[in-house]
């Protein structure tokens, strides 16, 4: 007996199941392709979050090294060497008293106003600091570890 007329009722299951199988899968793609847009759409809106933020606790930290008392020489206290005109940066110095305080690059860098990679820099000799960091690195050439994560904590709390 020859079937010529009649269609294999396995491949019309088979294709049959294959079509069920693919609207199924569809509604189930649907779902996720929302889901995942929604989701990019939130990383998006966080990392502009971070980046605001990123902004103000670069301001809070320039305003608050840009209000630290200056320390002025006068004719008197001239042979005071602790005065930042009379500060002589060494970068080996520098990086001794980041060790001694047992802060990272980073943490420096928020303390004084500047970057982690700003620090690395000044220590390696590559660059020199500005005056207002300067500064900042001066007045915690005399304070503890104790002392540096209260102002630590006080620069990251301003954020």
């Not at 396995?10 to 609207?23: F, G, H, M, N, P």
């Not at 649907?30 to 605001?52: D, G, N, Y």
């Not at 080996?92 to 928020?110: I, T």
């Not at 960091?133 to 001066?138: E, G, Y």
């Amino acid at each position: 007996m020859h079937n010529l007329g009649m269609p294999n009722i396995a491949t019309a299951l088979r294709a049959e199941i294959a079509r069920v199988a693919r609207k199924e899968l569809r509604g189930e793609t649907e779902s996720l392709k929302k889901s995942l847009s929604s989701q990019r759409t939130e990383i998006v809106a966080l990392k502009r979050r971070i980046q605001e933020l990123e902004k103000l606790v670069r301001r809070a930290v320039r305003a608050q090294v840009d209000s630290a008392p200056k320390v002025q020489a006068s004719s008197d206290e001239a042979g005071d060497g602790a005065q930042a005109s009379d500060f002589r940066f060494r970068a080996k110095g520098m990086a001794s008293n980041r060790a001694r305080l047992g802060l990272s690059a980073a943490d420096f860098g928020l303390l004084v106003g500047a970057t982690g990679q700003s620090v690395y820099a000044w220590e390696a000799g590559k660059s020199k600091p500005r005056a207002n960091a300067l500064a900042a690195i001066a007045s915690l050439r005399g304070i503890g570890k104790k002392e540096a994560a209260a102002r630590l904590a006080t620069a990251k709390g301003s954020a």
